[in-house]
């Protein structure tokens, strides 16, 4: 449906910042509904913050409440994840995703797209 590139992973402390950029191209690139997951090593991947094709309706894990955060330049056809306060247990592989529905589900399969990840890792 849509192809996607990550951008902006590393390793940074406890403490520091990251900002994830998901790149989209194809037909209609803007007019997705956008995710992002994170899957760490043994565990499910899981959705940590999300947001509508134009915007309005935005979703956060509990976890990345508060120090994430999720948007949109549907002029650039690229989402963002600004991560802030980032602590160890924040690493993991992050992927952006798309959701050709109206407004992004909450579950993998509800998406289209996937990027091919992007590792941030922080440590203590």
């Known amino acids: 449906q849509v192809q996607l590139v990550e951008s902006g992973g590393g390793l940074v402390q406890a403490g520091g910042s990251l900002r994830l950029s998901c790149a989209a191209s194809?037909?209609?690139?803007?007019?997705?509904?956008m995710g992002w997951f994170r899957q760490a090593p043994g565990k499910e991947r899981e959705l940590v913050a999300s947001?509508?094709?134009?915007?309005?309706?935005?979703y956060y894990a509990e976890s990345a409440k508060g120090r994430f955060t999720i948007s949109r330049d549907n002029a650039k056809n690229t989402v963002y994840l600004q991560m802030n306060s980032l602590k160890p247990e924040d690493t993991a592989s992050y992927y952006c995703?798309?959701?050709?529905?109206?407004?992004?589900?909450?579950?993998?399969?509800?998406?289209?797209?996937w990027g091919q990840g992007t590792q941030v890792t922080v440590s203590s």
């Open positions: 947001i509508s094709w134009l915007g309005g309706r935005i």
């Open positions: 995703a798309a959701d050709g529905a109206i407004e992004a589900g909450l579950r993998v399969a509800d998406y289209d797209s």
């Open positions: 194809g037909r209609a690139a803007s007019r997705y509904s």
